[in-house]
């Protein structure tokens, strides 16, 4: 996948993009649009998503570690950033 660690995409439109095992340590991902997007497998370390649409979005795989995020964040169903690093 393609290498956007520590790349500023904050506020991009990414919904339904294909991302997958993609490296994006550490992006600003604040307020991205990435609405069904498949992050499968993808290194998500580290990035702020904090206002970012992550619903219906792929995160079987994908490393959430460390992951920035606030109470506007939408997280896929089932999804508790509290819990789970990996999904």
Known sequence: ???FSD???SGA???GANLI????RGADLQGANLHGADLGGTDLSE???QEAD???ANLRGTDMSD?????NTKFPEG???DVMSFW
């Open 47 to 49: 990035a702020n998503l």
């Open 79 to 81: 999804y508790d950033p």
């Open 1 to 3: 996948g393609a290498d």
């Open 21 to 24: 095992y993609g490296i994006m």
């Open 13 to 15: 439109d990414l919904s």
């Open 7 to 9: 790349v500023n995409l």
């Open 54 to 56: 992550l619903r219906e």
């Open 67 to 71: 992951v920035k995020y606030n109470e």
